[in-house]
């Protein structure tokens, strides 16, 4: 099920990074008192009670600026509001209502998102109270008075924002067709191969960067099958600067892949995989997605009997850590291998709901432990006792052992190799967790 997303939004220096790091519990975002020192949209996974739900900070809105760099906090911002569930609008008892913050509102509101007004900085709630409620004037809705720096008022505030959060479940049940993210830079052929799998023109195509302005739900049906392919989208507008181009794009991958199945990660041929490439693919990564890299515009490349396999040991190194993932070359403006796709894709959810019995797993674990004993330190030996699957999507495995301090990350990567030499398991990451159990509970 995916998680509800949350932007925070507000002016500059009314404290939203000081909030976002709180909530997500480890420094994230830069916190400085100059205006505009949060210039990217910075994203964690935040839980509260039995909710989980993806954070967004944001760089502030100053809605009529001119300044370059605010006009491009401002584009953030908005893509955050679009692809939020939930709004929090942060505003400064310190400095009271502004002009810009009525302005922000007017923004909010049209968006038609619910919208938490939250009133920052109340140290003193008796002090400041007369001060908060300034903020009714704003017309959307009861201020909260919080302090981030604090921590006072942040549950009140949470409360409020997960009654907003919308019920997937009802609407997944429903819907059971595979969900497909296409991700990637902009202007690697996203919204292309859509439209070549489509066989029309639905999706805008330029060879301006960013020019598919919103996130769009495909559905494609494909041998009496029906997918529904997720276009990420670029920019809103040319940017005159590639490097903040490309940091656009990070935040409605989050969002789309957190809503998808398998995800499609684009790779341009001709330019190659780049370090861009391997932050956009970390997201998916991380979220334990089946991962398809797909490498576009191979008719553009001039080619050998070397020049694929170099291309995979070029791709396996910079994604090193994604070794799993399946590896695609197709062109979406002569169609070569597109319809391929769908096996592919097929497969990758196979192996990503694929279930192991326990008694096959525990055969398996202890083949390996024979052929390579648990690592020792100071006399004392790692004893892995059981193994069981717990979950599927991605297929996630609990082991029990004597000991969790001696169980290295490089002997976990051992058994997983294993079970994939076993099982494939191809193009699904798999998740490992190790619990301790003492001798006697055994």
């Keep these: 099920m995916s998680k509800p997303v949350v932007a925070i939004v507000g ?62 906090m401002r584009e953030q911002a908005q893509i955050a509001i679009d692809t939020a569930d939930v ?11 502004v002009d810009a913050d009525s302005k922000v509102a007017d923004m909010l509101r049209r968006s038609g998102k619910p919208i938490v007004l ?12 007369p001060d908060v409620y300034e903020f009714y004037n704003l017309g959307i809705g009861d201020p909260i008075p919080i302090s981030a720096a604090s921590r006072l008022g942040l549950g009140d505030m949470l409360d409020v924002v997960a009654s907003y959060f919308p019920d997937h479940s009802a609407i997944e049940e429903e819907d059971e067709s595979p969900r497909i993210a296409i991700v990637g830079k902009p202007n690697v052929g996203k919204s292309s191969i859509i439209n070549k799998l489509l066989g029309e023109q639905r999706v805008i195509v330029s060879d301006v960067a960013g020019t598919t302005r919103d996130a769009i739900d495909t559905d494609i049906v494909h041998n009496g099958k029906e997918y529904v392919f997720i276009d990420t989208a670029g920019l809103r507008r040319k940017n005159k600067i590639k490097e903040e181009l490309e940091r656009y794009s990070i935040i409605r991958t989050v969002t789309a892949v957190e809503r998808a199945d398998v995800v499609l990660m684009v790779i341009d041929a001709v330019e190659g995989v780049t370090e861009q490439d391997a932050k956009i693919a970390g997201i998916a990564h991380e979220r334990g997605k089946g991962i398809i890299i797909v490498v576009n515009k191979w008719d553009a490349i001039e080619k050998n009997d070397k020049t694929m396999r170099e291309y995979d040991q070029e791709i396996r190194r910079v994604l090193s850590f994604m070794p799993y993932a399946e590896i695609m070359y ?10 391929k796709l769908y096996d592919i894709i097929d497969m990758v959810i196979e192996n990503q709901t694929l279930r192991v019995a326990t008694g096959v797993l525990n055969e398996i674990m202890a083949e390996a432990v024979a052929m390579q004993q648990p690592p020792s330190d100071k006399g004392k030996r790692l004893k892995l006792y059981y193994i069981t699957q717990v979950a599927v999507r991605p297929p996630s495995f609990v082991i029990f052992v004597n000991d969790k301090e001696l169980m290295h990350f490089s002997y976990t990567r051992y058994l997983e190799n294993k079970i994939r030499e076993a099982f494939g398991f191809r193009g699904t990451s798999l998740k490992f967790f190790v619990r301790e159990r003492k001798e006697k509970e055994r």
């Design 330 to 339: 197709v062109s979406a403006l002569t169609g070569q291998r597109l319809n």
């Design 118 to 129: 939250t009133v920052n900085k109340v140290d003193n709630f008796d002090k400041f109270m």
């Design 87 to 97: 709004i929090v609008f942060i505003t400064d008892v310190r400095q009271g209502l």
């Design 11 to 72: 002016r500059p220096n009314v404290g939203k990074s000081t909030l976002f790091n709180v909530l997500a519990g480890e420094m994230i975002s830069i916190v400085k008192d100059t205006p505009g020192v949060t210039r990217d949209r910075i994203y964690a996974d935040v839980t509260w009670l039995d909710k989980e739900f993806t954070l967004i900070d944001t760089g502030g809105i100053e809605p009529e600026s001119k300044d370059v760099i605010l006009a491009q």
